[in-house]
């Protein structure tokens, strides 16, 4: 499959106002202000920008940051990771494999069975519940 490539006017058409500051341009949505982190239903979470699958409610969990918190993608082809040494720190970037949309960050401080952390701006997400056929 290959990548979704946008121009900055196409993103911004789409996506609100904060969507596109986080996905495209990488910024983080301020703590405890998206409702997706108290998302309890099965479903899935999806890239706002292009709608792939990238994590499962199977793989959410608690963490108490503030933002919605997974242990795992919802597959090895769901999320791309790279080096983001911005803010003199040094951190791995979370972004979709598909559009490369920012997402968050992922930590080494996780839950079993990964102890992983994948930090995720809920603003970069949209959740699609499981039906229930």
């Known amino acids: 499959m290959s990548k979704i490539s946008k121009s900055d006017?196409?993103?911004?058409?789409q996506l609100s106002p904060e969507a596109y500051r986080v996905a495209r341009q990488h910024g983080t949505e301020r703590a405890w202000t998206s409702p997706l982190n108290d998302e309890k239903r099965k479903g899935m979470f999806t890239c706002v920008c292009c709608g792939k699958p990238v994590f499962s409610s199977e793989t959410k969990f608690d963490s108490g940051t503030g933002w919605p918190s997974f242990f795992q993608p919802a597959g090895d082809d769901a999320v791309?990771?790279?080096?983001?040494?911005?803010?003199?720190?040094r951190r791995t970037e979370v972004h979709c494999a598909n559009c490369d949309a920012h997402l968050g960050h992922v930590f080494p401080d996780g839950p079993r069975p990964t102890g992983l952390r994948y930090c995720i701006n809920g603003v970069a997400l949209d959740f699609k519940p499981e039906s229930k056929e």
Do not use: H, L
Request: proline share 0%.
């Open 9 to 13: 006017t196409e993103w911004q058409s």
């Open 80 to 89: 791309g990771t790279t080096e983001d040494r911005s803010w003199f720190m």
